[in-house]
């Protein structure tokens, strides 16, 4: 099955143009604000790849694509095999260090552990993997070929290709998303991406060298057991509750962490998706959508002093509540999660609790979310839920882009 790779992009025959996975989680849609001549540039990029006589099938789809998700996919390319790590022994290259790097851009895409397969990223809300399933038949079928003499140049997801070396060489050079200061704004960055010419690999997703939030465990568990040192003045972190936010694909490693120091982990997570693939990849332990079950498993657990990692479906601002406590109970992890914040801003339920009966039921606090990705799955507003709040965020970031546009627009005819 896997020998597939040696033919590079599937074209002959051309595979059957098939709709998205519904069943999969997917990326939000891209803001570009692209030019009407710079959406005909992108789908002149994603063109280069196929050859000239199915341009004409294409170039209506790809640009179908830009208009509808903000970025070409070509998700008629998608592999029909199962996106896994298969044992090494059964990828067809000509060495092995070839072979692992198969293995593990497999992984990266494996969607039971990527974030949003289809669109190639992994993790981090815009990780990407490969900017087009274009990119990923040529690269692996380079890899295919490559022998201990080669080395395979790879520039933001494009296969520049095998060039000569020696055994003692890398076997893959890799850069991503490499542009001068001069055009590395949020905005620029938006539009070479659509264009197809740059991407985002964040740390291992562009270097195929993603293994979850295992990397993060020990300094997760770390500053955790600190924390407890320094604020709460203990050694031992049994009977205590730390409340958190986020489980995407790094953010497993707060609820180990959790169990692994002895306390009540308990982490909230707006997408359903993330949460479930989490528990099922055994990060967390349990998890509900009920405030009430929460609260009452946090009870339980804190009672008998049981090392916990719970999930709750929801928005974090929904676990607190009124956070005007004089003496101040929740201390935070992370430094830019600030007291005066957590203080006043986060009002709901686990201050309520404490209104109501008296009893504290959180020890420590801290955020873990994409800050780095504010507007694509970073943060929430509590009012919405997760899909809906993508929708609104889109609509902003596009009067945003429309609105700074005419200003710019405006700025020059004022200056000539």
């Known amino acids: 099955?896997?020998?597939?790779?040696?033919?590079?992009?599937?074209?002959?025959?051309?595979?059957?143009?098939?709709?998205?996975?519904?069943?999969?989680?997917?990326?939000?849609?891209?803001?570009?604000?692209?030019?009407?001549?710079?959406?005909?540039?992108?789908?002149?990029?994603?063109?280069?790849?196929?050859?000239?006589?199915?341009?004409?099938?294409?170039?209506?789809?790809?640009?179908?694509?830009?208009?509808?998700?903000?970025?070409?996919?070509?998700?008629?390319?998608?592999?029909?095999?199962?996106?896994?790590?298969?044992?090494?022994?059964?990828?067809?290259?000509?060495?092995?260090?070839?072979?692992?790097?198969?293995?593990?851009?497999?992984?990266?895409?494996?969607?039971?552990?990527?974030?949003?397969?289809?669109?190639?990223?992994?993790?981090?809300?815009?990780?990407q993997v490969f900017s087009n399933w274009a990119q990923f038949w040529l690269t692996m079928q380079y890899l295919s070929q490559m022998t201990e003499e080669q080395t395979l140049v790879m520039y933001s997801g494009h296969p520049m290709g095998l060039f000569p070396s020696s055994p003692n060489s890398p076997r893959a050079v890799i850069t991503n998303g490499m542009?001068?200061?001069?055009?590395?704004?949020?905005?620029?960055?938006?539009?070479?991406?659509?264009?197809?010419?740059?991407?985002?690999?964040?740390?291992?997703?562009?270097?195929?060298?993603?293994?979850?939030?295992?990397?993060?465990?020990?300094?997760?568990?770390?500053?955790?057991?600190?924390?407890?040192?320094?604020?709460?003045?203990?050694?031992?972190?049994?009977?205590?509750?730390?409340?958190?936010?986020?489980?995407?694909g790094m953010s497993g490693a707060q609820a180990k962490a959790a169990v692994i120091a002895g306390c009540v982990g308990v982490i909230a997570e707006v997408s359903k998706e993330a949460l479930v693939k989490r528990h099922g990849q055994g990060w967390l332990m349990e998890y509900t959508a009920s405030l009430d079950e929460c609260i009452q498993k946090i009870r339980d657990a804190r009672l008998k002093q049981k090392a916990l990692s719970l999930g709750y479906h929801g928005n974090v601002v929904d676990l607190w509540y009124e956070m005007t406590n004089t003496n101040g109970f929740c201390w935070s992890v992370r430094s830019y999660v600030l007291r005066y914040t957590v203080d006043r801003l986060l009002r709901e339920r686990l201050v309520d609790e404490h209104r109501k009966t008296g009893e504290l039921l959180v020890d420590l606090g801290s955020d873990q979310t994409s800050l780095h990705n504010p507007f694509n799955g970073g943060y929430f507003p509590v009012q919405v839920r997760a899909g809906k709040a993508f929708y609104l965020k889109h609509q902003l970031i596009i009067v945003i882009s429309t609105w700074n546009s005419l200003t710019l627009a405006v700025t020059r005819v004022g200056t000539n």
């Not at 595979?15 to 999969?24: I, T, V, Y």
């Not at 095999?81 to 000509?94: D, L, N, Q, T, V």
């Not at 055009?183 to 991407?199: I, P, Q």
């Open 1 to 127: 099955m896997l020998r597939v790779f040696q033919r590079g992009i599937p074209v002959d025959p051309l595979p059957e143009w098939q709709p998205r996975d519904e069943f999969l989680p997917h990326a939000p849609v891209r803001t570009h604000n692209l030019s009407e001549d710079d959406q005909k540039l992108a789908v002149r990029n994603a063109l280069r790849y196929f050859p000239e006589h199915l341009h004409r099938t294409l170039a209506p789809e790809f640009a179908e694509e830009l208009r509808e998700y903000g970025h070409i996919y070509m998700y008629r390319f998608v592999p029909r095999m199962r996106m896994m790590a298969y044992p090494i022994g059964e990828f067809s290259a000509k060495c092995q260090q070839a072979a692992s790097i198969m293995l593990m851009i497999m992984n990266n895409l494996d969607p039971a552990i990527a974030q949003f397969p289809e669109e190639l990223v992994t993790y981090g809300g815009n990780g």
């Open 179 to 248: 542009v001068i200061p001069q055009y590395s704004s949020k905005e620029d960055y938006n539009r070479m991406f659509a264009l197809g010419v740059t991407m985002y690999g964040q740390m291992t997703a562009g270097s195929y060298c993603y293994i979850g939030p295992q990397g993060i465990v020990h300094g997760t568990t770390l500053t955790l057991m600190n924390a407890g040192r320094k604020y709460l003045k203990v050694q031992d972190l049994k009977g205590k509750v730390y409340v958190t936010s986020g489980l995407g």
